[in-house]
Structures are given as structure tokens and as C-alpha cells.
């Protein structure tokens, strides 16, 4: 008798909608909230610059001089935002010296001028250092030379750290960086959290990136060090090795692209992890919106909470400069 009591497929549907029908409902009924906090705002210092570019495809982001990025975080911190994800080129590139000043004096002054009204994360790579723009070093024959990769990765760490910042972002996909990042830190008292980019794809949405951040492979690709899109027990295990060598935190990218994977990483290591939503994601929104294709506020607003729905704990974004102006 009980299947007699069954409502016919079209009314059970309709329940879907009673608590929709108005703005209130929906909020109240919201599984996904989140605010300005979550957010991480990428930027650009190139010392070659005097006067700041914009990065194609990336509206309202640039590449900054020094003094313009101190305006810039400034200006952002009106608007809300607190966290920010540094990227470094400077004029010298040199396989065997790496010269940090420039990034020392980045770092310092930054955290001079802000001091703890900001939390600046760095982002720890070879790529913008190296002359062939990869984020390792190779022997003679071409195959990675792994010690010396992570002796010099967790270097470029330790000077971020003793020049004043707050997080640690390697990004490189080297095994053992982060363990080897953690010891270095550790010998010398350094209790900076490693947010690591553990699941990093080779990817094809990275391109307005290379451009701003000045480090494109002169020869080859990535894909003997990123991981292959097609493998999903593979990034999560990328993810485990990150956890266990002691990363805080941990990250995927591109945040569309390995949503399917967020949930997972986070119960396999019971760490938090966040989403980069990277530069092709993003200047996908702003070139559809300058044809007129959609609205550009409405869909980061979209896929900020589809990251969260996904449990992304923070979001790293283009975009986190106009979340306040979106109504976070
Ligand atoms: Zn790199």
C-alpha cells in the first residue's frame, strides 16, 4: 500500500522549488557561505618595471614596480583584502647564482609598510629565477637533478622567511620540497606555515600567467614534474606526499578543473584545502564578459561558491580585489 502514498515524479520535483522562491529562503538555505577572509589576492613585482602593465586577459591585475605594489595592497586593503600571494621576477637570471636581493627588499618592505594587517604569501619556484624558466635544475643530461633542485628551492624559502613573510607557497611539484622547506625552517626557528600547491596540474590554463610572471620554459614543457590531468589517484597521492612531508595547508590547481578532487585530498589528509582559480579560469570570465557573453561580478560570484560547495577552504583569485565590491 505504501507505494500508493508515492507522488507522481512531476510534484516530488516541485519540492525543489518551495524554498527557492524568494531571496530569503535562499539565504536562509544557503550551504555554502563565505567571506572577504577567504580570499588571496595575487601579485606581480617585476624589478625591470618603472611603470605597471596590465596582464592580458586579466582585467584590473598587473605587473608592478615596487612602489606601485605598495600602493596597490593599499588600495586592496580597502577593499577588504588581507591575504596576498606574491610573485617575484627580478632583472638577473642566472643558473648558477640565484640573486634574491630584490626579492629581499620586496618582502621587507612590504612587510614594513603593512606589517600584521596583511598576511603575504610566497610564492617558492626556480621558474622565475632560472634562465630556461623551469622550476628545477637539470644535470647535463637533461633529467632532473633533484638534490640540488631542493637545495636551492628551500634557500629561496628560507630568505622569503627571514626577509618577513608570513607563508610558504612552494609551487615547484618536486618531490620532497616540502619536507626539505620544513627541516630548513625548523633548524632555524622558523614558525612559518608551508601552504603547498600539492595537486598542480600541467595545464593549458596557465598561459596569461607566464606572461606576468615572466617564466615561461624556454625549451619543454612541464608535464615531467606536473601532474597529468588525466590521473586522479595520482593528484591525490600528490597531495598525501605534501601532507606527510609537513605542509599546513594544501592547494589545487586549476580550481575548475580539480573539483572533483578537493573533498577527497581534505579527507585522505584531514588538512584544509584551498583553490587557485589561475589565470586562464579567470580571463575566460573577463573575455567572455568583454564580448558580452555574460557578467563577469556574477560569474566569480558562481564559481567562488562552486569552489566552496566543493569545501575549498580559501580561494586564491584574480578577482579577490572585487569580492567585497560582489557583496562578500
Ligand atoms: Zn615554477
Not at 17 to 35: A, G, Q, V, Y
Not at 48 to 55: F, G, H, V
Not at 72 to 77: A, R, Y
Request: proline share 2%.
Amino acid at each position: 500500500m505504501i507505494g500508493k502514498m508515492r507522488l507522481p515524479m512531476s510534484k516530488v520535483s516541485k519540492k525543489l522549488h518551495r524554498l527557492k522562491s524568494n531571496k530569503i529562503f535562499r539565504d536562509l538555505c544557503s550551504e555554502t557561505d563565505f567571506t572577504k577572509a577567504n580570499f588571496v589576492q595575487p601579485l606581480f613585482v617585476n624589478e625591470a618595471l618603472r611603470n605597471k602593465e596590465e596582464i592580458i586577459g586579466l582585467k584590473d591585475n598587473f605587473v608592478m614596480s615596487l612602489e606601485d605594489t605598495l600602493r596597490q595592497i593599499n588600495e586592496d586593503i580597502s577593499n577588504g583584502v588581507n591575504n596576498f600571494l606574491l610573485f617575484i621576477s627580478s632583472k638577473n637570471k642566472s643558473l648558477d647564482s640565484f640573486n634574491l636581493s630584490f626579492h629581499e627588499k620586496v618582502i621587507s618592505s612590504i612587510k614594513d609598510e603593512f606589517k600584521d594587517n596583511i598576511n603575504l604569501w610566497t610564492d617558492v619556484c626556480l621558474c622565475s629565477l632560472t634562465d630556461h624558466g623551469h622550476c628545477c635544475l637539470f644535470d647535463k643530461d637533461n633529467s632532473i637533478n633533484i638534490d640540488k633542485t631542493l637545495d636551492e628551492i628551500s634557500k629561496v624559502a628560507l630568505t622569503y622567511a627571514e626577509a618577513g613573510a608570513d607563508i610558504i607557497a612552494p609551487s615547484d611539484m618536486m618531490d620532497g620540497r616540502t619536507l626539505k622547506i620544513r627541516k630548513v625552517l625548523d633548524a632555524l626557528n622558523f614558525s612559518i606555515p608551508i601552504i603547498s600547491y600539492s595537486t598542480k596540474f600541467s595545464s593549458n590554463f596557465y598561459g596569461p600567467f607566464r606572461n606576468a610572471a615572466d617564466s615561461s620554459p624556454l625549451f619543454g614543457d612541464r608535464k615531467q614534474y606536473q601532474l597529468d590531468y588525466r590521473n586522479k589517484s595520482e593528484a591525490i597521492r600528490a597531495s598525501i606526499r605534501c601532507a606527510e612531508e609537513g605542509a599546513d595547508m594544501l592547494m589545487v590547481k586549476p580550481a575548475m578543473t580539480s573539483i572533483d578532487l578537493i573533498k577527497d585530498i581534505k579527507e585522505k589528509t584531514n588538512l584544509m584545502v584551498g583553490a587557485y582559480q589561475v589565470s586562464g579560469e579567470y580571463a575566460g570570465i573577463c573575455l567572455s564578459e568583454d564580448k558580452g557573453l555574460l557578467n563577469m561580478e556574477e560569474a566569480l560570484e558562481e564559481t567562488w561558491h562552486v569552489m566552496r560547495r566543493a569545501e575549498a577552504q580559501f580561494i586564491i583569485t584574480y578577482g579577490a580585489r572585487l569580492a567585497k565590491k560582489i557583496g562578500f
